[in-house]
């Protein structure tokens, strides 16, 4: 994503965006904040995106549509609806906007291993062509047909051309955002993720080119194809090198360092850094901290996933933040019926087109029936990166023009906002691949301790002699047992340790009953109990056993909640799921 500039005047003074962000003057915000009717500042109105943004994604999660739609819609209402975000204000928030399609564009290159590509081959590259190319033409095609009713066909064919390029690319932010949330894992996912990296480029190219023939058609060619085409050029490799060379250098200082907070502080100022240098350069910021995160998880892979975990964490709260403005975006002040008839011809021509060509891109490559299926269903999204394209180029046009084409390329990647994370869920779900990547801490939150409990542990009677005891243990490899009484309710537990224990102690008697050699229970779970809240319970206690008991009212014995036996069973579940989903490379469509 290119950005001029001379656009940003008043903003963009130092090659750093943490510069850019500092000069931001406190006059210019006021000034702006000061025009609307409630005068709010500006952390006041962050503050209350993020918390209607995550209360949002809350509620649309539990009606299980993706969170990126509550975050895009919540924008709409507090933005051009209740007017809580003003319209004119939005621009201050552009440092913030870059920062987050920075730190996303870390994550998603952080997803390009160099398996993907010695998997797939070249069926990336082809269904890649034939995605873009169909969305280029049904999408330049449809909005020329368009526009022409209401314009000259010159003016018609270079909007045609300018809407058929910008199509092209697709949002990696909401995408990758879907396949997080959702823990997909297998080919769909791996083809999606290589495919929405290098959309931007195609999209690039495309654009560059097209941009020469709209100069040539209305008149305002300031450069020949060529030397457009050789800026492009530059633009792309000059940003993955860029990245590249950063993501040597952050993977040889992360060697280095072992605590995650200093980490953390490293892989963010490198991400900065590498956006501020690229918008200096004049190059694509998206591309480059992609490759910045490719670098990084192909030359150091452990050190990657650890930095990766600590920056998820850190980064959540600027990620709805993110999909909040999207939708503050909108402005339906000066809607008519134009704009919408250009709309549903880009998004009718976005959503067939994508469609369309992946298929036949997965068809004429041969890729695994799941992606040749339901790929095209996932490439829909598209947000900042076809508005600042659109920007750059409505300096061709003349201010009506430029501003209706404006108009329509915010409404309609909103509502493929919209639509986009839906049809991700819906293609990535239909090719079995949504919850093959989960973790043993996925496993964890959504699990109770029902799912991991032994139930086959014997119980001992608290009369039990000692030799009764001892048989019981020595026939069983459980390290906990419990001790009921007549009611078979909990009493006590004994533990190999505490076995050892009293027989260092040489205070072993014929006459010992279990009672007797038996600890008190310190805490006991349900088996409705939350796991997450159960193995809280065991790390504050620095305790590995648990007895379970029936329920909250009583000390009906139920089983026993083994931290090792848990974790053996968690990490058995996470590798199954793992490698159902690798299998799903070899299963090949006839």
């Known amino acids: 994503m290119h950005v001029q500039l001379s656009n940003w005047t008043g903003i963009w003074q130092f090659p750093s965006l943490i510069g850019e962000i500092a000069v931001i003057s406190r006059t210019k915000v006021f000034r702006i ?20 943004g995550a209360v949002s994604a809350k509620i649309f999660h539990r009606f299980r549509i993706p969170q990126v739609v509550g975050c895009v819609v919540i924008g709409l209402v507090i933005g ?39 998997k797939f081959g070249k069926q990336v590259p082809i269904v890649l062509l034939f995605e873009g190319a169909t969305a280029f033409l049904l999408v330049g095609s449809l909005t020329f047909l368009a526009m022409w009713h209401f314009s000259d066909w010159q003016t018609a064919l270079a909007v045609g051309v300018v809407f058929a390029a910008i199509c092209s690319a697709t949002d990696p932010a909401s995408t990758i955002a879907v396949l997080w949330e959702y823990k997909a894992r297998g080919p769909l996912t791996a083809m999606l993720t290589a495919i929405v990296t290098l959309d931007d480029a195609l999209a690039l190219t495309l654009y560059a080119i097209s941009i020469s023939v709209v100069g040539i058609i209305t008149g305002h060619q300031e450069a020949g194809l060529l030397v457009t085409f050789a800026k492009t050029l530059y633009e792309i490799f000059g940003s993955l090198f860029l990245g590249a060379m950063a993501g040597i250098g952050l ?23 590498v956006l501020g240098a690229a918008i200096y350069l004049k190059m694509d910021v998206i591309l480059a901290a992609m490759a910045l995160g490719a670098t990084l998880v ?14 998820h964490k850190f980064f959540a709260p600027i990620y709805i933040l993110f999909f909040v403005l999207v939708g503050a975006r909108v402005n339906f002040a000066h809607v008519n019926i134009v704009i919408w008839v250009l709309v549903a011809a880009y998004v009718i021509g976005s959503i067939v087109g994508k469609t369309l060509g992946a298929y036949v891109g997965g068809v004429c490559s041969n890729t695994v029936k799941t992606v040749r299926n339901y790929l095209g269903f996932c490439l829909y999204p598209q947000g900042g990166i076809a508005v600042a394209l659109l920007i750059v180029a409505s300096h061709r046009f003349s201010n009506d023009i430029s501003g209706l084409m404006l108009l329509v390329v915010i409404i309609g990647a909103f509502i493929l906002q919209l639509v986009g994370p839906i049809g991700v869920k819906y293609g990535a779900g239909k090719a079995g691949e949504l919850g093959l990547n ?49 009611h078979k309710e909990i009493i006590g537990v004994i533990t190999l340790e505490g076995i050892r224990n009293i027989f260092v102690a040489g205070e072993m008697s014929d006459w010992l009953v279990a009672l007797d050699i038996a600890e008190s229970v310190v805490d006991t779970v349900t088996p409705d109990t939350v796991l997450s809240q159960a193995v809280e319970l065991m790390e504050r206690g ?49």
């Open 251 to 273: 993977s040889w200082l992360l060697k280095r360092i072992a605590d995650p907070d200093r980490m953390l502080a490293f892989v963010l100022s490198t991400v900065l850094i």
């Open 298 to 311: 192909n030359l150091r892979p452990k050190l990657a996933q650890s930095a990766l975990k600590v920056l």
């Open 542 to 590: 620095n305790i590995e056993y648990v007895p379970v008991v029936a329920s909250r009212q009583g000390k009906e014995y139920a089983g026993v909640l083994n931290s090792q036996a848990m974790h053996r069973q968690l990490e058995g579940e996470v590798l199954s799921k793992q490698r159902e989903a690798d299998s799903m490379y070899i299963h090949k469509a006839v």
């Open 80 to 118: 051009p609806v209740l007017r809580i975000i003003p319209y004119e204000a939005i621009q201050i928030f552009d440092p913030i906007n870059l920062f987050a399609l920075g730190v996303i564009g870390f994550l998603v290159g952080a997803e390009l291993k160099r398996e993907i590509f010695v």
């Open 33 to 52: 904040m000061e025009t609307q009717s409630e005068n709010l500042n500006i952390l006041f109105i962050i503050g209350i995106a993020i918390f209607a």
């Open 438 to 486: 989960v973790t043993e801490e996925d496993l964890i939150k959504t699990y109770n301790v029902s799912n991991v409990m032994e139930r086959d542990v014997p119980v001992i009677a608290a009369g039990d002699s000692l030799n009764d005891v001892l048989k019981i243990i020595s026939s069983t490899a459980h390290p906990c047992y419990c001790v009921v009484d007549d």
